[in-house]
């Protein structure tokens, strides 16, 4: 269908995604790409294959790497998941904002939340913890622990 | 009391003012309140009217557990409602923090910024729950106590 003509222009033309893409149903597809690979396959998702549409972007944190999945979506119903990993000791992406304006928000919640380092992320307030929050503390990581929280403030 | 006093205690029974508030709270239970303002429910029986601003108001009526962010705004909004006031915290959340309790942004449910007068657990709250503790808050006025 849709996605196997998709699928087969992608590998034709990065042979390295030979073997790293997975359709497991209909309309979805899933590329696993390196890190430094990331941004050319994004760009030509977006500007060529008509996924015009950034769903989501989801963090997940696995041990040694963070892993990124980047939701696209297309007019006709297919949806890509796009999927890189950045190492634990030093997580650093470039921002996709460039391509999607509105992308920052799931962004910012990559740096909040997991720690993550985007570059290129346009000027704005964090989000989406308060801005009291202390430096340092990823809540979801899975090693946080809740004392690392701050304390409760006074009441006056 | 007073002949002044009975009067506007009087007014404060037979037609509280409310005003909503969403101290982050996943809207399920703003939904419901909202649902107990509508004729189907209809609490607007009692003389209740929601008004936009908490000087108007008498009842803070309001759902979801406390975060850190909306913390500092809930307090102002209480504060800037004029004596005697009276709170509702509808909802398990907003009671006591309900699925978010020890979660890293919560610090719990009202009470834990603010005084409450009456809790409504559910979740979320069915609109006739509304409408029983909104009764038990105005019966408890008739009865002469205040926040």
Redesign the interface.
Known sequence: MEEEKTVNELVGEFPFLDGAVRVPRARRIFVTVPLDRFQSVFRRLVEAKGFTYLTTITGLDTGETFTLLYHLAAENGVVCTLGTSVPRANPEIESVSRFFNGGDIYERELVDLLGIRVNGLPKGNRYP??D??PANQY?LRKD?R?EG??A??AEE | MGIGKKIMTWARIKSPWILHFNSGSCNGCDIEIVAALTPRFDVERFGVIIRGTPRHADVLVCSGPVTRQIRDRLKRIYDQMPSPKFVVAVGTCACTGGVFDGCYNVLGGIDSVIPVSAYIPGCPVNPEAIIDGVVKLVGSLEEGKSA
């Open positions: 913890l308060p009291d929050w809540p946080w809740p929280a701050p409760e403030p």
